[in-house]
């Protein structure tokens, strides 16, 4: 009897489940060092931003929104927290 096929499978039903808590505990854990960040000026670097000068206003587990500084004024930007490349704080 080939049991070859069976392992296979319960190893991808296995990995499967991993992913999908991996996904759950993203959703529910917050970064403290991104919580750490809320109120401070910093300079963002993302896939949307190009090394912006900005305030982190609020952060889950997903998204952060950002003031960002410009010269025409200030202007409220939300961005996935795992598109950020960098963030220098200033």
Known sequence: ??????????AALDEEEKEKGRKKMNE???SPILKSLI???CVVDS??????????LDVDAVWIMLRIHGKKGDVTFVEKVDSINEIQVL
Do not use: F, Q, S
Not at 1 to 10: E, I, K, R, S, Y
Not at 48 to 56: F, H, I, S, W
């Open 1 to 10: 009897m080939d049991m070859m096929p069976g392992l296979l499978m319960a």
């Open 28 to 30: 529910i854990y917050i």
């Open 39 to 41: 109120g401070k000026e």
């Open 47 to 56: 896939d949307e931003l190009d090394n912006e000068r900005c305030t982190v």
